[in-house]
């Protein structure tokens, strides 16, 4: 993992491993991975299980995807009844190839956590919060939604969908929301800032075209949210690649001695646009031609914004070292970076001709286990959504609730009792990635299947609470199986019919169109906010 946080100490015969340097194991750099537990060859180390007792267990071995960041990392799940005892990492994981994180190794507890787990549905009367049946929560769900279309128009109901849930449950929710009228969204959707330069709205590149890349740059990289990426780009450069971090000032980072350079700015596009100053002034050289003609696009290019950067030296290096390398690659997370920021790095893409061919382009990590899954149904819009809403279905999000008070009725199916569900007319049991059959598609496109690992003691998983609910607005679903959906998504969507479990849907993407774009002054690093509760309860 590139960290160290073991090491041998003593000598000979009396020769230990132990934390580096006989400290304490959270003075080291451990980041809780879990991959020492994996490699141990004498089982002397192992993990604390969610047990109260820690005794040997037979357990069931289940092929499950990590459902929490959008590297789509395989794992095993190991399950004793209806307890969950330990995850993982799958020897031949695509991705991953045996490598977890914290998240995916320790992540499955955080579904199983007792605390405020909701198991029955729930109404709010006069303020007071009570059990309830399916039917009654379903029914009030159903009544108040289509009461609020009749009152304000069905632009006033609106569906949000969390990008943790399967590809098929997600199809559904849409499903629910288009008979309905309704709008659909998630929460943890972001404008794409590689849209209006690239006409793409996916990382055009794989991961694995990173091994066989000269000149990586690392832009808006925080390794906290994508242990496995930062493995990755260590393994780039064992394997002869240059990689150059470029962050703003607060976003140091931990375990990338690998890199052959880092960059800390100030927190504004300035260096990328003296990056992408340098690259269209050679680009003008090479071509005698002026740097909007040298785009794909020529009029609709616009390079105004970064006429007037000074050019440092540091970012003269960068960009010569970026242009002159014959293959060459951009990653960056898209829920980190200003979508501002996300602009520039296609136009220094674009500028560069880095871009478009396998080796040669960028990987855009998205937020969560199937944001692209959500792209790919067409589920693209975000909290802008909410504007006119006066009642919303949240299925597996949790957003700030201020961010819902002109709301007038509110359902929220969840694994818990979140602060948005309290806030709720209406509760209803959601499931985990751990209760979850069906696919996600991960941030390079490639398409996965997971299996359900326990059965939820909530009874409904959450395609089944979707189904019921059209039951209950009398627009009834003919699914009664998960196939059933997939039976249906196949004859409906080309991509999922032609779509092949493990492979990259659409391989690399060719731009559709390639339009440098004026880049406003904003931010840098524009964290947006974490909607997974689940996540929280991991952090």
């Known amino acids: 993992m590139g960290v160290g946080a073991l090491g041998y100490v003593g000598r000979g015969f009396d020769t230990v491993v132990l934390p580096a340097l006989g400290r304490p194991l959270e003075e080291t750099g451990c980041i809780s991975c879990g991959q020492c537990v994996s490699v141990c060859p004498t089982g002397a180390l192992q993990e604390h299980l969610p047990m109260k007792k820690q005794i040997p267990l037979e357990t069931e071995e289940t092929d499950t995807i990590c459902g929490f960041c959008s590297m789509g990392c395989a794992q095993k799940t190991m399950t004793h009844g209806s307890l969950a005892v330990k995850a993982i990492p799958d ?34 009367v006069n303020g007071t919060v009570t059990g309830a049946s399916y039917h009654d929560a379903l029914v009030m769900t159903a009544k108040s939604m289509q009461s609020a279309a009749r009152r304000y128009g069905s632009d006033a109901v609106a569906v949000a969908v969390s990008a943790r849930f399967t590809t098929e449950e997600a199809y559904l929710a849409k499903k629910l929301a288009d008979q309905l009228g309704a709008k659909i969204f998630s929460f943890s959707n972001r404008v794409c800032g590689l849209e209006p330069v690239l006409g793409l709205n996916a990382s055009p590149n794989t991961m694995d075209e990173l091994m066989g890349t000269e000149v990586i740059l690392a832009v808006g990289f925080d390794a906290q949210a994508n242990q496995v990426m930062r493995v990755k780009l260590m393994q780039a450069a064992k394997a002869g690649a240059q990689v150059v971090l470029i962050n703003p000032v607060g976003y140091e980072q931990e375990h990338m001695e690998f890199a052959a350079k880092a960059v800390y700015t100030d927190n504004n596009p300035g260096f990328l646009k ?8 050679t680009k003008t ?40 390398a014959k293959k060459a690659m951009i990653v960056f997370q898209q829920h980190v970076v200003s979508v501002s920021c996300a602009e520039l790095i296609a136009d220094i893409a674009v500028l560069s001709g880095h871009i478009g061919s396998p080796r040669d382009g960028i990987v855009m990590l998205k937020p969560k286990n199937n944001s692209q899954g959500l792209v790919q149904l067409g589920i693209t819009a975000g909290a802008e959504c909410l504007e006119g809403v006066k009642a919303l279905l949240v299925l597996g999000e949790n957003p700030d609730p201020e961010m819902v008070k002109n709301v007038e009725f509110l359902a929220v199916c969840d694994t818990h009792l979140t602060s948005l569900a309290r806030e709720a007319d209406v509760i209803l049991p959601g499931t985990a990635p751990i ?13 996965q299947m997971t299996h359900a690992a326990l059965e939820p003691e909530a009874g409904f998983r959450n395609w089944q609470v979707i189904c019921e609910l059209a039951e209950a607005l009398e627009m009834p679903f003919s699914c009664d199986a998960e196939d059933d959906i997939e039976r249906e998504m196949a004859d409906s969507l080309t991509w999922y019919r032609e779509a092949s479990e493990g492979e990259v849907i659409g391989g690399v993407l060719k731009p559709v169109k ?24 991991i952090k």
């Open 91 to 124: 020897p031949g994981g695509p991705v991953n190839a045996g490598v977890l994180c914290v998240n995916g190794r320790f992540g499955f507890s955080s579904a199983c956590r007792e605390e405020e787990r909701i198991s029955v549905p729930m109404l709010k």
């Open 274 to 281: 003296q990056v992408a100053k340098v690259l269209a002034e």
């Open 285 to 324: 050289a090479a071509s005698g031609k002026s740097p909007a003609q040298s785009a794909a696009e020529a009029d609709a290019a616009d390079l105004s914004s970064v006429a007037d950067a000074t050019v440092s030296d540091e970012a003269a290096e960068i960009a010569a070292l970026y242009q002159n």
């Open 435 to 447: 209760h979850a059959e069906g696919s996600y598609i991960n941030t390079e496109r490639r398409f």
């Open 514 to 537: 390639q339009v440098l774009t004026a880049v406003k002054d904003d931010v840098f690093a524009e964290p947006s906010a974490n909607t997974d509760y689940l996540m929280d309860i």
